[in-house]
């Protein structure tokens, strides 16, 4: 996909003008021989597929690029630091064992074991185009620090003399020997360089002059060894990035303040171009497209260190010759050049998403801009859906919440009770740090309490159906503002299938070998499409062996989930959860439990809004226990709804409507693994039953979980011998009632368990 705009975006392209002309009295500047034009935008192994490779996932930061593919960064403060070489031509990865990588901006990348490049004393220059063959230089027998990587066998690097002063030298490796040449025409008070990646045999060097305080530059032919331009007067702004100075066959750039210099290096002329992107208080970059030079201030679309709520101004290029201006990206991150002159950053635009972009000359001689790799993420907001159950209970403590595709945003919500016309309306200020924003609930989601809801409603807010409604402006100015809008139906003490805490997601209960039960808090992770743990898992006691059944029942009457268990004598217990309180001590429910072969609960088989216990006897008979709402008495006299037949599951699960139909239903495994479904039919019966699938012999537990990613239908979790568990999102179809199965981390890390519920 290639596409770039004329811009008449903001007030940035009003602002880029050329301030300053002059011409450099030592005439034109040295270009190196055999320097071409730069390739058009098509070229077979930049990156110019079609379809756009995956961006490698929970990337950090893009770190190289080089002809056959590019380097990215994958940090976290709890995982170790892993650099990702990723090929353009097929997607494959190497993984790079080293601290510190730097780019050439050709498939050779530098490697050390320090804490930054310049502290790598002991470097590696790998070509990751032929399967890594890599050059080792040991820098302390030259007294010497890394500057920059310039080819497969060199690099420049700053030498401390036994004065004290430095001198940039060319180091190269030859047979495993060292030598190196002093980059003449530099000024001898000059230290601390830095440098682009060489291009077409040059490179632009900035160094610091302690006499004046100020960074100047040099432009560097490497095969001479010699500083073939300097400029005294170049006030050089360095950033975190390394990406304020750039050169190309034609021209020299660096950032100046928020000012980018340029100087034409057959002509020698000079000139300044003020960016537009005064006062923003962010870094500026430059880079060079022949003579078209590009800038912008790089950032990430969810917010950065200098302030998440800065407007993001869009990525920017200028041809020095004409004054055109083209905007490139809707934001930017950092830039790279690559070998052949082309630019690669991580960015995106509202039509195209986020993504790996190339940005080069086209045929027309303008700028092209291609997607290479895409990270699947919109640059516009994107309303992901609502994170709280339905029915919403309004004497609950769960908050109501909101997902969207980034939350650096000012939200207007609107709550309207229907029936009444009753409306609850208030501005939300989001911050992606969070800044102790009491809207914010994690990255993309934000809320609001219903006590806080109900206080502006100004009187008890009734139970029915209300709307609701939101547009949420960009604070950082990418992208069209976004206007969501729903509906709940709500309620007071409504029953719950499988929250034991009233959070509005499920909890599971697990036993370990010790017979502790642990309670797990889950919540719905729409990245992963997937249940995680929303909390560290729960003690609620020790002893939980003496039992050889337990199961999560739902609400008796009303509040939290409360759960059964059998012990080996055959007496059924009730454990209630009662709001505030947590569990209460065990209420014995009857003996005689001991006849069943299974119990299960959870599904609403009458249509009374609780939900119900059923069981199989050892005659393989099925039995159902209507849950009467009274603690004291939870169920009231068995009733038989199937004769024999039942003996043939060795589990059963009742998982709520997963059908679509009048009530309730049951899900049902044989010896065989073969899942069947026994949709209910609202009067404690059920229908015939279906087959839904094989291979569910791999688990040991099945469990109804209630609705676990929000979209009003039940889910189901199962759990498997070596700790594997996944997640099945119920589709509300009674032909195919579980979507794909979906690895869920909530118990892979923890001790394995006997007994998941």
Do not use: C
Request: no cysteine; net charge negative.
């Amino acid at each position: 996909m290639n596409f770039a705009r004329t811009t008449g975006r903001r007030r940035v392209s009003a602002a880029i003008t050329t301030v300053l002309a002059v011409t450099l009295g030592a005439g034109a500047l040295a270009v190196p021989a055999g320097a071409a034009p730069l390739p058009a935008a098509v070229a077979a192994e930049a990156g110019t597929e079609t379809t756009p490779l995956p961006y490698p996932a929970g990337v950090s930061s893009f770190e190289a690029v080089g002809k056959t593919g590019f380097l990215t960064k994958n940090w976290s403060s709890s995982a170790p630091l892993v650099f990702t070489w990723t090929r353009f031509a097929d997607g494959s990865a190497t993984t790079i064992d080293a601290p510190v990588a730097d780019s050439t901006g050709t498939d050779v990348i530098m490697t050390g074991k320090g804490s930054t490049p310049r502290r790598s004393l002991v470097l590696q220059l790998r070509d990751m185009a032929d399967g890594g063959r890599s050059v080792t230089m040991d820098l302390r027998p030259l007294n010497a620090v890394y500057v920059q990587a310039v080819s497969r066998d060199s690099i420049l690097a700053e030498v401390t003399k036994p004065d004290g002063s430095a001198e940039l030298h060319l180091v190269t490796s030859a047979g495993g020997t060292l030598t190196q040449r002093k980059i003449e025409g530099i000024p001898s008070d000059a230290r601390s360089f830095e440098s682009t990646p060489a291009r077409d045999g040059s490179v632009l060097v900035d160094y610091y002059r302690p006499g004046d305080g100020t960074y100047q530059v040099a432009a560097v032919d490497l095969a001479a060894a010699k500083a073939v331009f300097t400029d005294e007067h170049a006030r050089v702004a360095r950033n975190p990035h390394r990406e304020y100075a750039s050169i190309s066959a034609t021209h020299l750039a660096w950032v100046s303040g928020t000012t980018i210099v340029t100087v034409n290096r057959s002509t020698g002329s000079k000139s300044s171009e003020t960016s537009g992107y005064e006062g923003e208080g962010l870094p500026l970059t430059a880079g060079l497209l022949g003579s078209w030079v590009t800038f912008g201030t790089p950032t990430s679309l969810e917010g950065n260190g200098y302030g998440a709520t800065d407007e993001v101004l869009p990525y920017m290029t200028l041809d020095l010759d004409s004054g055109e201006t083209i905007e490139l990206l809707d934001y930017v991150g950092v830039p790279r050049t690559a070998a052949d002159g082309s630019v690669f950053v991580l960015g995106g635009t509202v039509e195209h998403g986020e993504g790996l972009y190339r940005v080069s000359l086209g045929a027309d001689g303008r700028p092209a801009v291609e997607m290479v790799a895409t990270t699947g993420k919109p640059t516009q907001l994107v309303h992901l859906g609502t994170r709280f159950p339905q029915p919403f209970d309004l004497a609950g403590p769960a908050p109501l919440k909101w997902r969207m595709s980034r939350d650096n945003a000012d939200v207007d919500l609107r709550i309207t009770h229907r029936a009444t016309g009753r409306f609850f309306s208030k501005k939300l200020h989001l911050y992606t740090e969070s800044a102790g924003s009491p809207y914010y609930y994690g990255p993309g989601e934000f809320g609001i309490t219903w006590a806080e809801v109900a206080a502006g409603m100004g009187a008890d807010t009734p139970s029915g159906t209300y709307d609701w409604s939101y547009t949420a402006v960009p604070q950082n100015g990418v992208g069209p503002d976004l206007k969501a809008s729903g509906s709940f139906t709500a309620g007071r003490n409504l029953p719950t299938q499988h929250d034991t805490d009233r959070g509005g997601t499920p909890n599971l209960l697990a036993r370990d070998a010790g017979g502790v039960l642990w309670n797990l808090p889950t919540e719905y992770d729409i990245d992963r499409k997937s249940l995680v743990r929303d909390s560290a898992p729960l003690r609620i006691g020790s002893g939980w062996q003496v039992y050889d059944r337990i199961e999560m029942l739902g609400s008796v009457g009303h509040g939290p989930s409360d759960y059964i268990a059998r012990d080996k004598d055959g007496v059924l217990w009730l454990y209630d959860v009662t709001p505030g309180s947590g569990t209460q001590p065990r209420q014995r429910v009857g003996s005689g439990w001991n006849t069943y072969t299974h119990l299960t609960g959870g599904s609403d088989l009458d249509g009374d809004a609780r939900p119900d216990l059923v069981a199989v006897d050892k005659a393989g008979a099925l039995w159902f226990y209507k849950n009467t709402g009274n603690v004291a008495a939870p169920f009231a006299a068995r009733k038989k709804i199937g004769t024999g037949g039942w003996g043939i599951y060795n589990r059963i699960t009742a998982t709520g409507d997963i059908g679509g139909a009048a009530a309730g239903d049951l899900v049902a495994r044989d010896k065989d693994g073969v899942l069947w479904l026994y949709l209910g039919k609202g009067d404690g019966t059920f229908a015939a039953r279906k087959q839904i699938g094989g291979g569910w012999n791999a688990y040991t537990d099945t469990i109804g979980i209630g609705d676990g990613n929000y979209d009003g239908r039940p889910d189901l979790f199962a759990y498997g011998p070596n700790k594997t568990a996944y997640f099945y999102a119920g589709t509300g179809d009674y032909r195919k009632p579980f979507g794909p199965r979906v690895p869920s981390p909530v118990l892979t890390d923890q001790p394995a368990y006997n007994h998941v519920l």
